[in-house]
């Protein structure tokens, strides 16, 4: 490590780190962040996102169109009902359409 930063990000000098409310101003236009925090906040930003990616990773994955969900049917597909997915269970031998997305009778 070495270098003595301001924050986790390495972006901020211990001055800005330390200023007031992380750099936030309330001013007569409303709530400003501090120029010198402009990264901090893009940087925390991009950590923010890249945890929710994380955590969407761990979602099962839908074998037909691979989108995550949190939950999967019995074929491992998402709640969609699209051709391709009325296929894919067909071809299981399993309902084209998920038990209770029935609707119509
Ligand atoms: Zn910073
Ligand atoms: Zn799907």
């Known amino acids: 490590m070495g270098i003595v930063s301001g924050c986790q990000y390495g972006c901020c000098t211990a001055e800005v780190?330390?200023?007031p409310d992380g750099g936030w101003k309330n001013t007569d236009?409303?709530?400003v962040i501090d120029d010198r925090r402009a990264e901090h906040?893009?940087?925390?930003?991009?950590?923010?996102?890249a945890r929710i990616d994380r955590m969407q990773a761990d979602y099962p994955k839908c074998k037909g169109c691979g989108q995550s969900a949190l939950a999967l049917d019995a074929a491992g597909l998402c709640s969609k009902v699209t051709e391709s997915h009325r296929t894919y269970r067909a071809r299981l031998g399993l309902s084209p359409v998920p038990a209770g997305r029935?609707?119509?009778r």
């Open 17 to 19: 780190a330390a200023l």
């Open 29 to 31: 236009k409303g709530w």
């Open 41 to 49: 906040l893009r940087r925390e930003w991009a950590a923010t996102s």
């Open 102 to 104: 029935g609707g119509r």
